[in-house]
Nanobody, 118 residues
């Protein structure tokens, strides 16, 4: 499975960005992020059919994960804060045992940088 993430950039506090991740096949998918010097952490995930979505408590109400009928997953990020600054990675797996764990995903994209200025 090949994953291609895009959509990162520089935005001011309170602004919005939409990340995209195009997959070569249809899998359950997720977004994780990693700030400098920290571990990669869960942001959001969506099931194979898109019927169930999960968001971390730190982004719930501001970020929304979705997917289209093809193999692209989106992360709409609103009301961005400086603490959202990180490299965002998309991940995919056929059947994640724990949607919030990095260990559940076999495939990873290259990452896209999101920088939120104060």
């Amino acid at each position: 499975v090949q994953l291609q993430a895009s959509g990162g950039g520089l935005v001011q506090t309170g602004g919005s960005l939409r990340l995209s991740c195009a997959a070569s096949e249809r899998y359950a998918m997720a977004w994780f992020r990693q700030a400098p010097g920290t571990e990669r952490v869960f942001v959001a995930a969506i099931t194979w059919r898109g019927g169930n979505r999960y968001h971390s408590s730190s982004v719930r109400g501001r970020f929304t994960i979705s997917r289209d009928n093809a193999n692209t997953v989106y992360l709409q990020m609103n009301n961005l804060k400086p603490e959202d600054t990180a490299v965002y990675y998309c991940a995919a797996d056929l059947a994640p045992s724990d949607y919030s764990s990095t260990h559940s995903y076999a495939y990873w994209g290259q990452g896209t940088l999101v920088t939120v200025s104060s």
